[in-house]
Nanobody, 127 residues
Framework: QPQLVESGGGLVQPGDSLRLSCGVSGGSFSSYAMAWFRQTPGKEREFVAATVWSGMVKDYADSVKGRFTISRDNAKNMLDLQMTNLKPDDTGIYFC????????????????????WGQGTQVTVSS
């Protein structure tokens, strides 16, 4: 069972940038599809971005496309999310997730397809 640990959250102002990281220990990171989701109180977990095991295919929610970039370093077992031009609607707890048997050329936006989850890191965008 791999362990996923997010870091990098914080309180920022609208228009600021923030970089989230997810370190994965145990398991087989380089074979996992990876994703970021976010959640706010009273709402379901929302897909943000995902990438296949190789990093060659990426998918983004429309709300973050052009502002967020997902990347991975398989040598370091790290997943990142670079967030720019942050908006108040980006506020939430951000979770990284791993899918054991993801496809090579496509990713999933369904939280139920992901097998392992981190505990989350809080991002608050407020003036």
């Amino acid at each position: 069972q791999p362990q996923l640990v997010e870091s990098g959250g914080g309180l920022v102002q609208p228009g600021d940038s923030l970089r989230l990281s997810c370190g994965v220990s145990g398991g087989s990171f380089s074979s996992y599809a990876m994703a970021w989701f976010r959640q706010t109180p009273g709402k379901e977990r929302e897909f943000v971005a995902a990438t296949v095991w190789s990093g060659m295919v990426k998918d983004y929610a429309d709300s973050v496309k052009g502002r967020f970039t997902i990347s991975r370093d398989n040598a370091k077992n790290m997943l990142d999310l670079q967030m720019t031009n942050l908006k108040p609607d980006d506020t939430g707890i951000y979770f990284c997730a791993a899918e054991r048997y993801g496809a090579a050329a496509s990713t999933s936006r369904r939280a139920t397809d992901y097998d392992y989850w981190g505990q989350g890191t809080q991002v608050t965008v407020s003036s």
